[in-house]
């Protein structure tokens, strides 16, 4: 289906969508024109190093000066592990959130380990994201069910679901409807907010919310670029997604 086609069947079969909308950028320029459009969370990261590598932290300072009047929430990606701890110091405190990559944790001794690591130097006001991995088997990481459990009892309250091998295949493709169901139970149960990541396009989103399986944020970024996740921001892209979000407008 084209998208002039899909957000024109968004519009009118979506209403009452209630997800935040998280959309990734790694500029400047991405910035100022993801400012347009009715984004709950600007995450900030470089989309062609991995899937949760970080930007240069000059970025994170423009992104608070540009936007100390108020705006959308702000999210750093930080990397993994080792270099995830290095850069917790330097986000800015006006942050809402920054999200650590658990590939190589393969025990709940090793993910609270890193998640301590990684919380200890953020200032306070920013929240710490647990980051599940799809295809946790190429990541060398815990499944999202254990990341959800061990993210509860961790006292974190906000996970990610994303993929680490950006391959083309969606988290959906990996997962299943029946485990993503299951994880929306999971996340419920434990009282966390989470979002759902990892090649996920405007027919995806459309069929999550068909389906009426509870998901508290969208994250996207290769749908929304000619090229791909590294590619180039497309308005048209934008446009398209905006329209799924009628209750903004």
């Given at each position: 289906m084209s998208l002039t086609s899909l957000s024109e069947s968004a519009a009118h079969s979506q209403r009452g969508l209630s997800q935040e909308w998280l959309v990734s950028v790694s500029s400047e320029s991405e910035m100022a024109m993801v400012l347009g459009y009715p984004v709950d969370i600007l995450d900030f990261k470089d989309p062609s190093s991995g899937p949760l590598a970080p930007s240069e932290p000059s970025l994170w300072g423009l992104a608070v000066e540009r936007l100390a009047s108020g705006g959308p929430a702000l999210s750093a990606a930080l990397g993994e592990g080792g270099e995830a701890v290095r850069l917790a110091g330097q986000v800015p405190r006006e942050f809402g959130f920054a999200k650590v990559g658990p590939s190589g944790c393969q025990?709940?001794?090793?993910?609270?380990?890193?998640?301590q690591s990684v919380r200890k130097p953020l200032a306070d006001s920013v929240k710490l994201v647990g980051v599940a991995y799809a295809d946790s088997a190429a990541a060398h990481s815990l499944s999202p069910e254990e990341v959800f459990s061990n993210a509860a009892r961790f006292g974190l309250r906000h996970v990610l679901v994303d993929t680490w091998s950006k391959s083309g295949q969606s988290s959906l493709d990996i997962l299943g409807w029946d485990r993503i169901r299951e994880l929306s139970s999971l996340a419920r149960r434990h009282r966390l907010w989470w979002s759902l990541a990892g090649s996920l396009t405007l027919d995806i989103a459309m069929a999550i919310n068909e389906r009426r399986i509870p998901v508290d944020c969208l994250g996207v970024r290769g749908d929304l670029c000619e090229g791909g996740r590294a590619g180039t921001?497309?308005?048209?892209?934008?446009?398209?997604w905006s329209a799924m979000l009628p209750s903004r407008q």
């Open positions: 025990t709940s001794m090793q993910v609270c380990d890193l998640w921001l497309s308005e048209t892209r934008l446009n398209a």
